[in-house]
């Protein structure tokens, strides 16, 4: 949890906000099917639905207050990987940052799956 305090009050901000805002974020970004767990019973990779999908999100935080994010996610068939990292990563250091006045420091997208329709 990251609290910070100013002249009107103090807010904290903890880990499952930054993993909503950040799964949210990814899975807006074109050719990303959605966050991915893979299962510790059969080792197979599945598809969180959008209320579990923090799962999917690990957030750490650093000791200079700045967020490192681990993205585990499932993409389309055919889509150019190295894009959509590069497209995820923007959007969510983005959307992370400009919502909670966070610094991200690195966001690491893991791609754990791809769905062949």
């Known amino acids: ?5 100013n002249d009107l009050g103090a807010i904290a901000v903890g880990n499952h906000v930054y993993t ?5 974020a990814a ?7 959605g966050m991915a767990i893979r299962s510790m019973t059969d080792g197979l990779v599945h598809l969180l639905r959008r209320e579990s999908m923090s799962k999917g999100v690990l957030v750490h935080i650093n000791d200079d207050e700045s967020i490192s994010i681990d993205l585990h996610i499932m993409v389309d068939q055919g889509v150019n990987l190295p894009a959509l990292a590069k ?6 250091r983005y959307v992370v940052s400009q919502q909670t006045d966070t610094e991200v420091k ?11 329709d």
């Open 1 to 5: 949890m990251i609290r910070r305090e």
């Open 20 to 24: 909503q805002i950040a799964g949210t």
């Open 27 to 33: 899975t807006n970004c074109f050719g990303v099917k």
């Open 87 to 92: 497209s995820i990563i923007s959007e969510v």
């Open 106 to 116: 690195e966001v690491n997208v893991l791609v754990d799956s791809m769905v062949i």
